[in-house]
């Protein structure tokens, strides 16, 4: 016995019932998926919507391609073993760290472009108008995002990794060091899709939304800088290890670092053992779920108003 279509979606609204396929939950969501990942770089939206998302993009590629012609460059002098000791060529964590402030303003402008505007225009309710529940709404949208952040920081350090790869260094080191980083990358875009999202749909003004993202995680990640950086002086680790917990950036990477025993992106980021390892993780996961929380009830709220 089928199931009878269900009735009072968006179909149906008209002065008759719509006769064509309908399209299930799952192929619903993965078009929401695929247009908001194809949004957060602007395409398919207006010519000054791809300015920023490419912007950022480009700027991103400048230090990996500056640290890959280094290392091929060493590698033509016959110093291949002396690269090997330059910190920065085989840090590859470091790298989202070093440049936190262009990920920051790309979560930032992008975000809003997911999160706020429906909330704005009231356009929400149309999405829920189809079989879509509010969770799998977030979700998708927070995908997306989580991808296209996770994009714009692993495709330059891909082009790193493959420059030392052919550049001599040492491959086992260096492929270590940069799996590490991307499992590092994909926990970091989760918890700022997370916390972006969660911003923008709480204030639902794109200005006000970029604006509080980016003092959000540049003022913490000076003030943790300034703690870390007077308790890596007096030798106080875990002064710096609680400072670590107050940003996504020095929260994964001490995470990187207990999990795979990783280079630090600065000195006065301590090196956590097996305990604080553990408080990290579960750090991270309240980053995550609880923004994502916040997140849902908020749309939740406002999709029954």
Known sequence: MSTPPRQGV??????????????????????????????????????????????VAALMLIPALVLAGLAIQLSK?????????????????????????????????????????????????LYFARPLDRSTYVLVRLAALATALFAVIAIPMTIWYAAALSSGL?????????????????????ILAT?????????????????AVIVALMLTSGIVTIVQGSAYDTGNET???IASMFNPFT??????????????PVPSIPHPSAGWTVVFIVVTLVWILGASFVLVERIRKAAAL
Request: some cysteine; overall charge positive; glycine content about 8%.
């Open 170 to 190: 040492d491959r086992t080191q260096h492929t270590k060091n940069f799996f590490a980083a991307i499992f590092g990358v994909l926990v970091l875009s989760l």
């Open 10 to 55: 968006i179909h149906d609204i008209g002065y008759r019932t719509f006769t064509g396929r309908r399209q299930g939950t799952g192929a619903i969501a993965l078009s929401l998926y695929l247009t908001s990942l194809r949004h957060c770089f602007g395409l398919g939206r207006s010519n000054k919507s791809k300015i920023m998302p490419f912007l």
């Open 195 to 211: 916390f972006s999202g969660m911003v923008s749909a709480i204030t639902t003004r794109s200005g006000l939304a970029v604006v």
């Open 239 to 241: 002064a710096a290890m």
């Open 251 to 264: 929260l994964v990477a001490e995470v990187v670092s207990g999990l795979f025993d990783q280079p630090r």
């Open 77 to 125: 002098m016959s110093l291949g073993d002396q690269a090997n000791l330059f910190a920065p060529l085989a840090n590859y964590f470091g790298y989202p760290y070093w440049t936190q402030l262009l990920i920051t303003v790309f979560a930032a402008s992008q975000a809003p472009v997911l999160f706020a505007r429906d909330l704005r225009y009231r356009t929400i309710v």
